[in-house]
């Protein structure tokens, strides 16, 4: 600050009294204002700053450089206009009642109150007459709470025959460089005008009173409407403060991620623990864009639970401000869209289902037909000639695999015709392990069959669902290089059957089972990347489901269930 506002922050010193300001440079007016809050704060007052936006953040820029944070709570800002105006008016006995009624709370505590006010008005006719008033008014408020009171005028917007006029109702008076006694200050009793007069004021002070009940019931009501957003919101809610310190949930919150209230309330927002590890740099990000006043509208994310489960999320971030428009903290809304993700991903599965059935008939009908002439010349010639044997074999052993890939294909194919009857799916699966045993064997893999009941029937397609079993017996040994055991066990409740396949396998990757079943991806090299989603629509056909449970380097369990016949 220069000199010469430093010599008035040594001036005033005094504890109470009315002071006018009239002020020409708007910078000077700034320093001063500071000057003013760091002498209360010193004292330990507590300040009622009121002006327009644009000054309070400059007056709070400077006070926050130079202040401890904790005293920043003793400062209150007010905007002017609508501290002024709050009925579209200059009204003398609204603005004091109103003026009181935030005094109140602090003479009530004994606490003692400077208060810096920048008068603001509407252009209006009489709007002098109507300022004296209140001036006169306000010195006699002043001095019965017995606070320190600086109003503020721009020199520039009124006339010097009202500053003389207004001098009478100050006991000081102050430029951008001085204080001093004002001259003309008369502390005398005020002229009560006549009953008639004061009759209409009533009415008009009642009528201020009424409408500014029903300001503060608006304000209840939207507030209310707030509360009732956040707690009642389906989506999660967290609050932060301007320290990044979660201040609230809503229940939500809670129920989407499973963490109470109590144990994340009070934790750094980095510190959340449904936030991944590899995600921790989203906070610091979402804080800065929040603190710069950029909105963070739903980018997708993920998040996880309590129990451990991971969350595909969409996450929306807001700035929030207090009444002084200052920024007081930010909140981030969490939309969880795991289910969402999930079924636009079972519909891309659906389409590309729909395209393979769709290309399958064509393409089986359309090579099979050719392809059983050729395999008929070729073991023709093979029959003629005994040279070159090992060539005809090969070229019959790929047409009977390309055979093998078409079967496959047209069972994906629709509509399909299936003959359903009645059989006993424990025959079929004991079936099954007698034509798959000796193959198992040779891999040193041990088919255990002990957990299957005797009394379970379904209605199937026999060769359909034996194709299944056959498929996920394979692909158990096959999962098995060094050997092992296959469990497979039959059960039967209510209304399904259950069969599943047990292996001590390497398991499944958690990038392999997000791609299992879709057309021709296979991780085998003779594989046709058909097997599984034949298998599933085999299963699907006979009105069932599969489930595969599996943990890496530590096996594989599927489990079919289909409903059964009583």
Request: proline share 3%; glycine share 4%; charged share 25%.
């Amino acid at each position: 600050m220069n000199n010469q506002t430093i010599q008035l922050n040594e001036i005033m010193q005094i504890t109470s009294g009315h002071i006018l300001y009239f002020y020409e440079d708007p910078k000077s007016y700034v320093e001063n204002a500071v000057s003013f809050v760091l002498t209360g704060i010193e004292k330990g007052h507590h300040l009622l700053v009121i002006d327009n936006t644009q000054r309070l953040e400059q007056i709070y820029q400077k006070l926050v450089k130079v202040m401890p944070r904790e005293s920043m709570n003793d400062i209150h800002f007010y905007d002017s206009h609508e501290f002024y105006a709050i009925h579209d008016d200059f009204h003398c006995d609204t603005i004091l009642s109103h003026f009181s009624e935030i005094l109140s709370p602090y003479l009530t505590k004994n606490l003692t109150v400077r208060t810096w006010a920048h008068v603001e008005w509407r252009e209006q006719g009489e709007i002098l007459s109507k300022m004296e008033h209140f001036e006169t008014m306000a010195d006699h408020s002043v001095n019965c709470h017995g606070v320190l009171s600086v109003c503020a005028y721009n020199s520039n917007r009124v006339p010097a025959s009202f500053l003389n006029k207004i001098l009478r109702s100050h006991e000081y008076y102050m430029t951008d460089e001085e204080l001093q006694k004002s001259p003309l200050y008369r502390k005398r009793p005020l002229a009560f005008p006549s009953l008639s007069i004061q009759t209409e004021q009533r009415k008009i002070v009642e009528l201020n009173k009424q409408m500014y009940q029903e300001a503060k019931s608006k304000l209840k009501a939207t507030n209310y409407q707030l509360e009732s957003f956040i707690t009642r919101n389906l989506d999660p809610i967290l609050i932060m403060n301007d320290d990044n310190q979660v201040v609230r949930v809503n229940e939500s919150f809670e129920t989407v991620f499973g963490w109470s209230a109590e144990e994340v309330v009070g934790l750094q927002a980095i510190d959340l623990p449904q936030i991944p590890e590899d995600r921790k740099g989203e906070v610091e990000k979402n804080r800065k864009d929040a603190v710069l006043g950029r909105n963070m509208q739903g980018y997708e994310t993920i998040r996880k639970t309590k129990a451990g489960n991971e969350r595909k999320v969409k996450i929306s971030c807001f700035p929030l401000r207090d009444e002084s428009n200052q920024l007081s903290g930010w909140t981030a809304i969490i939309r969880d869209i795991t289910e969402e993700k999930q079924a636009q991903e079972l519909l891309l599965r659906t389409e590309k289902l729909s395209v393979v059935s769709e290309l399958a008939a064509g393409i089986a009908h359309e090579i099979r037909n050719p392809l059983t002439s050729v395999k008929g010349f070729l073991q023709l010639l093979k029959s003629e000639s005994s040279e070159n044997n090992i060539y005809y074999e090969i070229m019959l052993s790929e047409i009977g695999r390309i055979d093998l890939i078409l079967g496959e294909l047209l069972m994906l194919a629709k509509p399909q015709v299936a003959q359903y009857q009645q059989r006993n799916v424990t025959l079929l699966i004991k079936e099954v392990i007698t034509l798959l045993e000796a193959q198992a064997n040779m891999c040193n893999v041990q088919i255990v069959s002990d957990a299957i009941r005797e009394d379970v029937c379904i209605n199937c397609e026999e060769n359909h669902i034996k194709q299944v079993c056959i498929n996920f017996i394979k692909n158990a040994i096959e999962a098995m290089p060094q050997g092992g055991k296959l469990n497979i066990q039959l059960d039967k409740g209510e209304e399904r059957a259950f069969i599943r396949f047990i292996d001590q396998g390497i398991g499944i990757p958690k990038h392999v089972l997000e791609k299992l079943g879709q057309p021709f991806y296979t991780t085998k090299e003779n594989g046709t990347g058909l097997g599984f989603m034949v298998s599933k629509k085999i299963i699907e056909n006979h009105q069932g489901n599969i489930q595969i449970f599996t943990e890496e380097h530590k096996g594989t369990t599927i489990e079919i269930s289909l409903p059964v016949v009583h």
